[in-house]
């Protein structure tokens, strides 16, 4: 989300994360998330934003199923190995060593 609000720009798949995480985690309105992508968004696009949060939330014409839910952990280890994502937009990880990153991302608030 730091990365959205200071760039207006987020790669697809953690767009996919934070709605599966903010649908089927928090249980919130897709709608919600919907609309804050939107106005944060430099390149939002309505149709697929919004069929975006539909598909994240199992909701929709083509959605995902129910039981999809995306594991940020998981994500992390596949698609961040280095930390070198979760050091840049979470400095205060900056100094956990690699191998305790995933378990440390869920730390904290």
């Given amino acids: 989300m730091r990365q959205l609000n200071a760039t207006g720009w987020?790669?697809?798949?953690?767009?996919m994360i934070v709605a599966s995480f903010l649908t089927k985690d928090l249980r919130l309105d897709w709608r919600a998330g919907e609309?804050?992508?939107?106005?944060?968004?430099?390149?939002?696009?309505?149709?697929?934003?919004?069929?975006?949060?539909?598909w994240a939330a199992s909701t929709g014409t083509d959605a995902a199923p129910y039981f999809?839910?995306?594991?940020?952990?998981?994500?992390?280890?596949?698609f961040d190995k280095q930390g070198?994502?979760?050091?840049?937009?979470l400095p205060e990880?900056?100094?956990?060593p690699e191998k305790a990153l995933p378990s440390a991302v869920g730390v904290g608030g």
């Fill in 35 to 54: 609309r804050y992508f939107m106005s944060q968004l430099i390149d939002g696009d309505l149709a697929a934003n919004n069929g975006g949060w539909q």
């Fill in 10 to 15: 987020m790669h697809n798949r953690l767009r």
């Fill in 68 to 78: 999809r839910i995306f594991n940020p952990t998981t994500q992390g280890e596949k």
């Fill in 84 to 89: 070198v994502f979760i050091r840049r937009w």
């Fill in 93 to 96: 990880l900056a100094k956990v």
